[in-house]
């Protein structure tokens, strides 16, 4: 499956907030991206004092879905069938007739085409960017009523090795491919590229993070969560 990868990269979040941060950005953007029909396999978040990172996989796309529903019976009072129409969004016209054996009731049937995952995460990130629950947020210069647990830098978001193109950008950040590694070892900018079947890093990178999964088990295992130190 093709892979996902972001980086939030920020000034320093205090330690005590980093683990619980890479903890509910997994959480959220999983949530997310489920609630649209997209599912993100093997998710694993990676913290440190400068960023906070997400790798999974995903479909290329969801699934078209069909859906059912059914609405007040035919003879029901009129205002039944008005707070139907009105809750889909639909014309009378649209409903169907069926009989179902305790009455002739009105069902509406929904089909929903297909998204690319690039389009679900690009609308996933951004909301979930504006609700993340950090203890406490702040504001700065130019990234108008968005809040975050430090100044917000740069959003690197790459599906299946293309920048995703985010529907609302917050604080004004535009995806890009570009991060950095540690602040003095390697503070120069570089592009991010992927290698199946796991993220392939760039060498001169030296960024080393905390690791947390969405496995209990592998979160045990991988407790001591080393940070970039960057």
């Not at 570089?190 to 080393?208: D, E, N, T, V, Y």
Request: charged residues 25%.
């Amino acid at each position: 499956m093709p892979e996902l990868l972001i980086e939030l990269f920020c000034e320093e979040i205090p330690a005590r907030m980093q683990a619980r941060g890479a903890e509910d950005f997994l959480r959220l953007m999983s949530e997310a991206c489920a609630a649209e029909g997209l599912t993100l396999a093997n998710p694993i978040a990676h913290h440190g004092p400068r960023r906070i990172t997400l790798v999974a996989e995903a479909p290329a796309a969801t699934e078209a879905v069909r859906e059912e529903r059914r609405g007040p019976r035919v003879d029901a009072p009129p205002k039944a069938i008005e707070g139907f129409l009105a809750a889909g969004g639909i014309a009378l016209e649209a409903l169907e007739k069926r009989d179902t054996g305790k009455g002739v009731y009105y069902f509406l049937s929904i089909e929903r085409p297909g998204r690319a995952a690039a389009e679900v995460i690009g609308a996933a990130l951004p909301a979930v960017l504006r609700k993340f629950p950090w203890p406490k947020s702040m504001r700065w210069g130019g990234a108008g009523d968005f809040t975050f647990a430090r100044p917000l830098r740069r959003i690197l978001c790459l599906f299946d090795g293309k920048v995703v193109q985010l529907a609302d950008a917050p604080a004004g950040l535009l995806a890009t491919n570009l991060t950095e590694g540690h602040r003095f070892l390697a503070p120069a900018r570089f592009g991010m590229a992927f290698s199946p079947p796991r993220l392939s890093r760039a060498k001169s990178g030296r960024a080393s993070t905390g690791r947390r999964s969405a496995d209990r088990s592998a979160q045990k295992c991988s407790s001591r969560g080393a940070s970039d130190r960057g």
